[in-house]
């Protein structure tokens, strides 16, 4: 009996220190905010009597329990894999469950076996989603459903480069829309509405933004100062339809804002790539290499500070044909 009487005791202690801070609570409450409730009188006054009664503290506990439960179920802060991630995207767009798995099979597949895919809730989007796909595996009827303005696919050596772009009825709508149509403030990579994607203009220009975490454009302002460069292969492609353009850069820079490089045709070639040649920054070595009248790609970007342009163009080498 004695042990009987310590433990209701006990609890009875505790019954009353939990419900000494809900009154201060309320009293707190009815000051701040000058409340003369009869309702939370009478709230207090049962508080005040029942305070030290055991059963009142474990009816208390039992209902905190059941709302943290019902709080953890309706709002999970975690999902088990990148599944749900992939799945929450698409599903707004009214994609199947299996364009969806099609995407999933596609990344799993093109990544080399040393990288491991991780896809968490709060890092992880659609750019970084997207960069761990193989050029050569886009699959571009699974992209029209999410966005019917994609045009193709770019991967850039030296950088983080590795997307679909699409192209819009003017330049500004993904300055500040992402792939999926929402808006966003790091955009997405889109090809200038002017260019021809059927048969590519002498210069065919891409636009993208620069932000700090290394997406979009981002990785082309590091070029500026990035050793990594000089062990690259120079490579940029671009993928349209079962087309494989292969450009090998031969000029990067930074300039104030203009319009002589966003030429999509010019009259004297000889002297436009001349004017870009002795901006570049970085000796690509490709005088022998490159003619002219080659096309040409422009990838452009603002810098950290927003003050300049950062360009890199690169010439064509060469046509593969997919599938």
């Not at 203009?201 to 500026?224: C, E, V």
Request: charged share 25%; with cysteine; glycine share 4%.
């Amino acid at each position: 009996m004695k042990i009987v009487n310590v433990i209701k005791e006990f609890f009875s202690i505790m019954s009353l220190g939990f419900f000494s801070y809900f009154s201060w609570i309320i009293v707190g409450f009815k000051k701040l905010f000058r409340l003369n409730s009869k309702s939370l009188d009478k709230l207090l006054y049962k508080i005040e009597v029942n305070k030290r009664k055991p059963g009142y503290f474990f009816l208390s506990c039992m209902f905190i329990c059941a709302f943290v439960l019902i709080i953890n179920i309706s709002f999970p802060t975690e999902t088990s894999d990148g599944i749900d991630v992939v799945r929450e995207t698409f599903t707004q767009k009214s994609i199947t469950d299996e364009q969806i798995n099609r995407l999933l099979t596609d990344i799993n597949t093109s990544t080399s076996d040393n990288v491991n895919i991780s896809f968490n809730s709060e890092s992880d989007d659609l750019y970084s989603i997207y960069s761990k796909i193989n050029i050569d595996n886009v699959n571009f009827a699974d992209l029209k459903k999410v966005n019917d303005d994609v045009v193709g696919w770019l991967s850039v050596d030296s950088t983080n480069i590795n997307y679909p772009i699409v192209m819009g009825d003017n330049n500004k709508y993904y300055l500040n829309h992402s792939i999926d149509n929402k808006a966003n403030s790091l955009g997405w990579p889109f090809i200038d509405y002017e260019n021809s994607i059927k048969d590519l203009d002498y210069n065919t220009i891409i636009f993208g933004n620069n932000s700090d975490n290394g997406d979009a454009f981002s990785s082309l302002d590091l070029l500026i100062n990035d050793d990594n460069l000089n062990n690259s292969n120079y490579n940029i492609a671009l993928l349209i339809g079962n087309k494989k353009y292969l450009f090998k850069m031969f000029s990067l820079y930074e300039v104030r804002e203009e319009n002589y490089y966003l030429q999509r045709y010019v009259s004297n070639k000889e002297e436009f790539i001349s004017t870009l040649r002795t901006r570049s920054i970085h000796d690509f070595n490709s005088s022998s290499e490159f003619k002219d009248y080659n096309n040409i790609i422009t990838l452009t970007t603002s810098n950290k500070d927003n003050t300049k342009r950062v360009v890199l163009h690169g010439y064509l080498n060469n046509i593969k044909k997919l599938r």
